[in-house]
């Protein structure tokens, strides 16, 4: 992964502490069917030197309608980072599922399964823990096992709540949860606004979702002077009576303690880097000509605000677009793309992403609205781009590639380097898995499971490739004299031919003479 963690293996943040406890809910999808599987036990102890350990305990899913007890799932220093009340956490293992202590259970499948990649990524906060497992057992024609465990576990790489279904009151405001408004700010003239209500959950929904409600951003006129209606992952300062003024802003601050009305933080702890951002709007401005807003921020979580009133280098990358139109009063889907080369550093001068402070706007311009503005935003994401767009071996494209297409054949081979193989993915921030099978009976023969896992680890895809060596018809040792060396399908591999099998063989004895079969 290109970006997080890379710069967490110092003990700043971490402290050594006892196990943490936390029972959640599993969730686990294989082969494309999720089913419920129960509450679930989990121990993390942070190490205080950046990482931690993580113990998924009796590990056990249902496939094909029979319950699979897997095991005990331990992970070993993984990166940790706890730089305020959230902690996050994600890493990588090649392991052994252990067998489970559970008495009841007569045997553990885990260790019979073997040595698998395991990917892990996550977040705790306030007793509670969200994570995702993904388990590589496609040498077992399993898959890419996937594991959510915990509350809202589907959105480990995600803002919460951006699908806009649930709220918490503000005061008498309903806010979105883990979105803010005027409801929730503090600030010089907070008492001003903090009454006036800019948001509201509506019925309004935009085209494919399977929600039920969308959020309606909305200005009002204060005193004569036009508020933007604004909603943030942070917090909103109203900290001037001039509109234009920047001590009204939105602004996020790991080190502070505060929490909204369901209890969350005023900003949103990062778990992965995302290549852009998209959102579904509806834009009712009250007068032509208008444009709304969306940024979106990447920091190490010091503070940091929008609109700045001063250059800050906490910016690990910006997402921004202050133009966005109306579009006749219609759902639009807006994208926005992430810029991280902008706010690269110099080698052993870079800092660690922690948070992102995502703000949107009924106008781009603070004051520049009118009384009668209307924002709707409806299934925000952020996006991870890990679909190839080509795969290549040892320097070669497959020439028959296609995004959809999974299962490809290597000829002529002369031994598999899985370091060869490598995909074209539009992106960096995407993780990639891959298991060799070895033919056994036919050496230099076998098959790559080929997984490229998207940056959040809600999402995979995998290419099956086989591949054959040259150690074919014409690559055959001469064992017998007299005798059948090697018997090949058309396409060169060795097979062995059995007395029900029909089909074209080629058939090369010791003494180098080939017999086309057809049998």
């Known amino acids: 992964m290109k970006k997080i963690f890379t ?34 036990n989990v121990e993390m102890t942070p190490n205080g030197d950046g990482t931690c350990n993580f113990s998924l305990k009796n590990f056990m899913f249902v496939e094909g309608g029979q319950q699979m007890p897997v095991g005990t799932i331990n992970l070993t220093n993984i990166p940790y980072d706890k730089a305020s009340a959230v902690a996050v956490f994600t ?12 008495p009841s259970v007569p045997f553990w499948m885990g260790s019979m399964l073997g040595e698998m990649p395991i990917f892990i990524q996550g977040s705790t906060y306030n007793g509670k823990m969200k994570a995702v497992i993904l388990i590589d057992a496609n ?8 594991v959510l465990f ?5 959105e480990v790489g995600q803002i919460p709540n951006s699908g806009f279904e649930k709220y918490h009151k503000a005061g008498s405001i309903d806010e979105a949860n883990a979105w803010h408004s005027f409801g929730s700010c503090d600030g010089k003239f907070a008492s001003m606004v903090k009454g006036t209500a800019h948001t509201e959950a509506v019925k309004d929904v935009c085209p494919g979702t399977t929600g039920t409600t969308s959020l309606r951003i909305f200005s009002t006129s204060i005193l004569g002077i036009s508020a933007n209606g604004t909603v943030t992952t942070g917090r909103m300062s109203a900290g001037s009576v001039s509109a234009t003024d920047k001590s009204n802003h939105a602004y996020l601050d790991m080190s502070k303690t505060d929490v909204d009305g369901n209890g969350d933080p005023f900003y949103a702890a990062l778990t992965a880097f995302p290549d852009s951002i998209g959102v579904w709007m509806k834009y009712n401005p009250g007068k032509s000509g208008l444009k709304a807003s969306i940024s979106a921020v990447i920091t190490d979580g010091t503070y ?15 997402a921004s677009n202050t133009n966005i139109e109306e579009n006749g009063g219609s759902w639009q889907y807006v994208t926005v793309p992430f810029d991280y080369a902008s706010y690269e550093k110099p080698e052993g001068q870079e800092i660690a992403g922690r948070a992102m402070l995502v ?3 009924t106008c781009a311009t603070p004051g520049g609205g009118t009384g009668n503005d209307n924002l709707y935003v409806d299934d925000l994401r952020l996006i991870y781009n890990y679909k190839p767009q080509a795969l290549v071996y040892n320097g070669v494209a497959f ?6 297409k999974f299962e490809y054949t290597l000829t002529g081979v002369d031994k598999f380097d899985e370091d060869f193989l490598t995909a074209v993915v539009p992106s960096d921030e995407y993780d990639e898995s891959k298991v060799v099978v070895e033919d056994e009976e036919n050496p230099g023969n076998g098959t790559v499971y080929y997984t490229l896992i998207s940056g959040d680890f809600q999402n995979t895809v995998t290419y099956t490739i086989h591949y054959a060596g040259t150690t074919g018809i014409n690559g055959v040792e001469n064992t017998k004299s007299n005798g059948v060396a090697g018997i090949y399908d058309l396409s060169g591999r060795r097979v062995s031919m059995n007395a029900g099998q029909h089909g074209v063989f080629i058939i090369r004895t010791a003494d180098g003479k080939t017999y086309k079969v057809n049998k």
Request: charged share 25%; glycine share 8%.
């Open 7 to 40: 710069l967490l293996a110092s003990a700043l943040f971490a402290v050594t502490v006892s196990a943490e406890s936390y029972t959640g809910a599993l969730k686990v999808t294989v082969n494309g069917i999720t089913t419920d599987a129960g509450n679930a």
């Open 91 to 102: 890493g990588d293992q090649d392991l052994t599922i252990a067998d489970g202590d559970d």
């Open 139 to 146: 040498k077992n024609n399993l898959g890419v096992i996937k």
């Open 150 to 154: 915990g509350e809202n576990a589907d």
């Open 304 to 318: 940091y605000q929008d609109p700045e009133d001063k250059t800050y280098n906490n910016v690990v990358a910006k």
């Open 359 to 361: 703000t949107m706007s």
């Open 399 to 404: 020439a028959d590639f296609a995004t959809d």
